[in-house]
Every structure is written in C-alpha cells, then in structure tokens.
C-alpha cells in the first residue's frame, strides 16, 4: 500500500507541474465560462418570467415545472463540457511517450500492475477536480440567475443527485480517453479515438435504428445517465448507464496494464 501511495504522489506530482495539462485545463474552464455567460441573460429572463403556476419556459415552446428545468439545465451546462474531458485525459496519459519517461517511470515502480493502477487513480483524481471546477462554473452561473427566485433549488436533493451523476460520469469517461491513449501509446490516436465514440453517440444514427447498441457507447451511457428522458431521446435507463459507464474505463484500463506489462518485458 505504501508503494502505491508513493507511485500516486508521484504520478499526481508529474501532472500539476506539465505545462499542458495547464494549458488544456484553462482552454476548457475558460470555453465553460464563455459559454455560461452567454447564457446567463437567457436564463435570467426565463426565471424573471416563471408563471405563477411556477412552469418556466428555458426553450420557446417547451413549458415544464420551474424547479427540476433549471436543475436539468445547469447540468446539461456541465454535460456539454464533457466532451472534452478526454482529450484533457489523452494529454495525461500521452506525456510518459512525448516525454519518453516510461522507462523511467518503470524503473521507479517495477511492478506494472502497481504502476497502472497508480497513474489510472492520480489521472481519475486530477479529472475528479476538474470536473468539480466544471460543476461549480454552473452552479454558479445558475445561482446568479435565481438568486432573486429561489436559490434554495440549487441545493434540493434533485439538483445533489444531479450534481454526483454528473461527477461519476465525468471522471469515467475521461478515464476511457486515458485508457485508450495508453493502449495506443500516442496522444492523437486516443483523441481520435474517443472522438469516433463521440461521434457516434452526436449522430444519433444508432440510437434511431439500433438503440440497444446504441446505449452500449459511454457518451450514450452519459447521457441516459443524466438527462430527462421527458426532454430526449434515450435508450436505457440510468442503471444500466452506469454498468456501462463503469465497464468501459474497467476494461480498457485491464487492456492498457496487460499491453504495458507485454511490451515492456520484450
């Protein structure tokens, strides 16, 4: 165990001093926080004009309970920024072959399993943070437009639960893109990689024709996760989202502690 801790200290140590994982962390953060502004007045007129029967109108045309609308919203806020939690991930992952410090890293942790698991858990600690900074950009972009309504909503047990589905698919997610880059060994090729699942999932062709498959896919599984089925297309519930949410950084990481393991004994 003290070996672990070590190599996850030392994994966690590598990440906050690379200058691009600054770089790409900002991009984001700084992307979410144009996005919520743009927002922001939209959002403050819907509240402003929230019937007294409270039904909010976020969307022309689309009346719904004020309450879980503006909950659903301010984490379709934070889902929109999880497409690019991978490509943060990829650039983690990548920096040990740009760098050439595997060997290295090797030599420190002869043991790969311990090396795997330690780098997998700094990567997932790290994303976890990252995605706190998401969830709070919103929530606080949201808190400006109903602080003169009702503020308490972003606390309610709806909106927590929300808070929580969207962390755990956040780190898992991003872990995929991780994954695949140290399968792959090249920062592009987990990029594309995670790239081509987004794509499926963003063209909606599988989930029209063949939607069990379709929920098989971890963005699918992100979504079924965390909209309203009443306000999209989904293809399985949240349960069955999150076994699959959890089966696919699982196996990929078990792919990329064998291949490391393999390639290295050579």
């Known amino acids: 165990m003290s070996a672990l801790l070590a ?9 906050f001093t690379l200058r691009s994982t600054w770089v790409v962390t900002g991009l984001i953060l700084a992307l979410h926080l144009l996005i919520s502004v743009a927002n922001l007045r939209l959002t403050t007129e ?12 976020l969307f022309a045309g689309e009346s719904r309970p004020a309450r879980p609308a ?28 740009r760098a050439h410090q595997l060997g290295q890293s090797i030599l420190a942790v002869p043991r790969r399993g311990v090396l795997i698991i330690a780098k997998t858990v700094a990567a997932a600690a790290y994303l976890l943070l990252v ?6 950009i919103s929530t606080t972009f949201m808190y400006s437009a109903v602080q003169g309504w009702d503020p ?13 589905r969207f962390l755990t698919f956040a780190v898992l997610w991003a872990l995929v893109g991780y994954a695949l880059t140290l399968i792959s060994r090249r920062t592009l090729i987990g990029i594309i990689a995670t790239v081509a699942l987004t794509a499926v999932t963003m063209t909606q062709v599988l989930a029209v024709s063949v939607p069990a ?13 965390l ?16 076994v699959v949410l959890l089966l696919w950084p699982t196996f990929t990481t078990a792919v990329a502690g064998l291949l490391l393991n393999r390639r290295d004994v050579r």
């Open 227 to 242: 909209l309203n089925p009443e306000d999209s297309r989904l293809t399985a519930g949240r349960a069955h989202a999150l």
């Open 213 to 225: 498959v379709d929920a098989l896919f971890p963005l699918s599984a992100g979504r079924n996760l």
């Open 131 to 136: 995605s706190l900074a998401i969830a709070g």
């Open 46 to 57: 819907a509240v402003a004009n929230i019937t007294p029967d409270e039904h909010i109108e």
């Open 152 to 164: 308490g909503v972003l606390t309610s047990a709806h909106a927590l639960l929300g808070q929580s």
């Open 70 to 97: 503006l909950v659903d919203f301010m984490i379709s806020m934070s889902f929109q920024m999880c497409l690019f939690l991978p490509t943060l991930a990829a650039v983690l992952a990548g920096q040990e072959f």
């Open 7 to 15: 190599a996850v200290r030392a994994e966690l140590t590598k990440i």
